[in-house]
Protein backbone atom coordinates (compact mmCIF):
# COMPACT_ATOMS: atom_id res chain seq x y z
CA UNK A 1 0.00 0.00 0.00
CA UNK A 2 1.19 3.39 -1.22
CA UNK A 3 1.19 6.01 1.72
CA UNK A 4 1.51 9.94 1.60
CA UNK A 5 2.48 12.25 3.89
CA UNK A 6 0.36 15.39 5.14
CA UNK A 7 2.72 17.60 4.38
CA UNK A 8 2.59 17.66 0.40
CA UNK A 9 -0.77 19.08 1.10
CA UNK A 10 0.45 22.23 2.58
CA UNK A 11 2.37 24.01 -0.65
CA UNK A 12 -0.80 26.50 -1.72
CA UNK A 13 0.40 26.79 -5.34
CA UNK A 14 -1.28 23.24 -5.62
CA UNK A 15 -4.81 22.60 -5.37
CA UNK A 16 -5.17 19.36 -3.15
CA UNK A 17 -5.52 16.76 -6.40
CA UNK A 18 -2.39 18.47 -8.14
CA UNK A 19 0.06 17.93 -4.82
CA UNK A 20 -1.38 14.08 -4.35
CA UNK A 21 -0.79 13.60 -8.31
CA UNK A 22 2.94 15.58 -8.23
CA UNK A 23 3.88 13.88 -5.25
CA UNK A 24 3.01 10.53 -6.47
CA UNK A 25 4.67 10.88 -9.64
CA UNK A 26 7.73 12.47 -7.65
CA UNK A 27 8.22 8.76 -6.39
CA UNK A 28 8.65 7.45 -9.39
CA UNK A 29 5.17 6.31 -10.07
CA UNK A 30 4.09 6.31 -14.43
CA UNK A 31 0.48 8.52 -15.03
CA UNK A 32 -1.42 4.67 -15.47
CA UNK A 33 -0.52 3.16 -12.03
CA UNK A 34 -1.34 6.50 -10.17
CA UNK A 35 -5.06 6.44 -12.18
CA UNK A 36 -5.43 2.82 -10.64
CA UNK A 37 -4.23 3.54 -7.38
CA UNK A 38 -6.46 6.98 -6.89
CA UNK A 39 -9.21 5.01 -9.14
CA UNK A 40 -9.48 8.22 -11.69
CA UNK A 41 -8.83 8.62 -15.20
CA UNK A 42 -5.40 8.54 -17.30
CA UNK A 43 -5.94 11.78 -18.65
CA UNK A 44 -7.49 13.01 -15.57
CA UNK A 45 -4.13 12.47 -13.61
CA UNK A 46 -2.28 13.33 -16.48
CA UNK A 47 -3.87 16.93 -17.11
CA UNK A 48 -3.50 17.67 -12.76
CA UNK A 49 0.15 16.65 -12.84
CA UNK A 50 1.37 19.07 -15.88
CA UNK A 51 -1.22 21.79 -14.17
CA UNK A 52 1.15 21.13 -11.23
CA UNK A 53 4.12 21.31 -13.54
CA UNK A 54 3.27 24.40 -14.93
CA UNK A 55 2.70 26.17 -11.57
CA UNK A 56 5.94 24.85 -10.09
CA UNK A 57 8.15 25.92 -12.66
CA UNK A 58 6.38 29.34 -12.11
CA UNK A 59 7.68 29.48 -8.78
CA UNK A 60 10.31 27.38 -7.08
CA UNK A 61 9.21 27.41 -3.26
CA UNK A 62 10.24 25.48 -0.72
CA UNK A 63 7.49 23.37 1.47
CA UNK A 64 6.74 24.21 4.90
CA UNK A 65 6.46 21.14 6.62
CA UNK A 66 4.61 21.45 9.82
CA UNK A 67 4.10 17.88 10.85
CA UNK A 68 3.99 14.84 8.97
CA UNK A 69 1.21 12.71 9.12
CA UNK A 70 1.18 9.63 7.30
CA UNK A 71 -2.18 8.90 5.13
CA UNK A 72 -2.86 5.68 3.44
CA UNK A 73 -3.32 5.94 -0.46
CA UNK A 74 -6.44 3.64 -0.41
CA UNK A 75 -8.03 6.60 1.12
CA UNK A 76 -8.41 8.55 -2.21
CA UNK A 77 -9.87 6.11 -4.10
CA UNK A 78 -13.91 7.18 -3.14
CA UNK A 79 -14.45 9.19 -5.93
CA UNK A 80 -18.18 10.16 -4.48
CA UNK A 81 -15.59 12.86 -2.51
CA UNK A 82 -12.79 15.55 -4.05
CA UNK A 83 -9.58 14.44 -3.19
CA UNK A 84 -9.77 17.63 -0.12
CA UNK A 85 -12.59 16.26 1.04
CA UNK A 86 -11.62 12.65 1.22
CA UNK A 87 -8.41 14.11 3.18
CA UNK A 88 -10.62 15.89 5.67
CA UNK A 89 -12.90 12.93 6.29
CA UNK A 90 -10.19 10.93 6.99
CA UNK A 91 -8.07 13.35 9.34
CA UNK A 92 -11.34 14.28 11.39
CA UNK A 93 -12.77 10.83 11.40
CA UNK A 94 -10.32 7.97 11.25
CA UNK A 95 -8.04 10.37 12.82
CA UNK A 96 -9.71 12.34 15.39
CA UNK A 97 -7.98 15.04 14.75
CA UNK A 98 -10.20 19.17 15.56
CA UNK A 99 -11.25 21.20 12.35
CA UNK A 100 -8.11 23.75 13.86
CA UNK A 101 -6.23 21.17 14.05
CA UNK A 102 -6.52 19.84 10.40
CA UNK A 103 -6.07 23.73 9.68
CA UNK A 104 -2.98 23.84 10.54
CA UNK A 105 -2.07 21.18 9.25
CA UNK A 106 -3.08 21.87 5.93
CA UNK A 107 -2.26 25.67 6.57
CA UNK A 108 -5.64 26.58 5.48
CA UNK A 109 -8.23 28.32 7.73
CA UNK A 110 -10.36 26.28 10.24
CA UNK A 111 -14.07 27.76 8.97
CA UNK A 112 -12.53 26.81 5.22
CA UNK A 113 -12.29 23.07 6.77
CA UNK A 114 -15.52 23.07 8.21
CA UNK A 115 -16.91 24.03 5.25
CA UNK A 116 -14.98 20.98 3.26
CA UNK A 117 -16.21 18.53 5.95
CA UNK A 118 -19.89 20.05 5.83
CA UNK A 119 -19.92 19.30 2.08
CA UNK A 120 -18.46 15.92 2.23
CA UNK A 121 -20.95 15.18 5.07
CA UNK A 122 -23.77 16.15 2.77
CA UNK A 123 -22.41 13.99 0.10
CA UNK A 124 -22.20 10.97 2.30
CA UNK A 125 -24.54 12.22 4.85
CA UNK A 126 -21.47 11.83 7.83
CA UNK A 127 -22.58 11.70 11.47
CA UNK A 128 -21.03 14.86 12.79
Same mark, same amino acid.
Given at each position: ???????????????????????? &?????????????????? &??????????????????????????????????????????????????????????????????????????????????????
Amino acid at each position: MVQVVSSIFCDRRFSFSEALIWNL &RGEGYGFNEIAQLLNRDD &RTIWTLYHRAEQKSVKEQVERVISREIIIPSSVFRDRSLSIMEVLVVYLKEDRAFTYREIGQLLQRNERTIWTIYSRAGKKKEIKK
